[in-house]
T-cell receptor
Framework: DARVTQTPRHKVTEMGQEVTMRCQPI?????VFWYRQTMMQGLELLAY????????DSGMPKDRFSAEMPDATLATLKIQPSEPRDSAVYFC?????????????FGDGTRLSIL | GNSVTQMEGPVTLSEEAFLTINCTYT??????LFWYVQYPGEGLQLLLK?????DKGSNKGFEATYRKETTSFHLEKGSVQVSDSAVYFC?????????????FGTGTQLKVEL
């Protein structure tokens, strides 16, 4: 089965460092989502893209977070500078098209710990 | 705005017991409804979906019926197994404002014991 691939699976770094998380969507999927999951807040949508263009990034703190799709096979989420409150599991998901009935396919996430 | 409310967990059941996890929603427009499952250390997986009123989604013995009159989409399974232990998320998308953003419930942890 085709899968969404996220790297790294785990990341531990000190506060102030730059963190880059990568996502390879399922081939042919043109919509990519970034989520953050914490015990306190649950699942939060940070941003999403269609055909590599950002559709909505209102859930993302703009001062330190940035999301891009350099090409159709790669999405990145960067945090600079990182802070302890950014510790969470970050998920990427992809879907075939924008429309309410298309399911999102999730990667296994990047578990981020900021010391 | 859209919202999804799920029953609090954890839910602890013995193997072969009947499962119900309640989910109600508030949405504008005509939402599509989903149940996702998350096993430990993994991402969410689509379990089932329903796209219009009275539709029944089913998969792996799980079922949920889209009830517009009660704005509910309760998840059921007749006989749970230890391997069903996971966190279950109810979610919706509504085709208003563009895009297919998912609105998730808080998740319900299910523990199945022998």
């Amino acid at each position: 089965d085709a899968r969404v691939t996220q790297t790294p699976r785990h990341k531990v770094t000190e506060m102030g460092q730059e963190v880059t998380m990568r996502c390879q969507p399922i081939l042919g999927h043109n919509t990519v989502f970034w989520y953050r999951q914490t015990m306190m807040q649950g699942l939060e949508l940070l941003a999403y893209f269609r055909n590599r263009a950002p559709l909505d990034d209102s859930g993302m703190p703009k001062d330190r977070f940035s999301a891009e799709m350099p090409d159709a096979t790669l999405a990145t989420l960067k945090i600079q500078p990182s802070e302890p409150r950014d510790s969470a599991v970050y998920f990427c998901a992809s879907a075939t098209s924008v429309g309410p009935n298309q399911p999102q396919h999730f990667g296994d996430g990047t578990r981020l710990s900021i010391l | 705005g859209n919202s999804v409310t799920q029953m609090e967990g954890p839910v602890t059941l013995s193997e072969e017991a009947f499962l119900t996890i309640n989910c109600t929603y508030t949405a504008t427009g005509y939402p599509s409804l989903f149940w996702y499952v998350q096993y430990p250390g993994e991402g969410l997986q689509l379990l089932l979906k329903a796209t219009k009123a009275d539709d029944k989604g089913s998969n792996k013995g799980f079922e949920a019926t889209y009830r517009k009159e009660t704005t509910s989409f309760h998840l059921e399974k007749g006989s749970v197994q230890v391997s069903d232990s996971a966190v279950y998320f109810c979610a919706l998308t509504s085709n208003t404002g563009g895009g297919n953003k998912l609105t998730f419930g808080t998740g319900t942890q299910l523990k199945v014991e022998l």
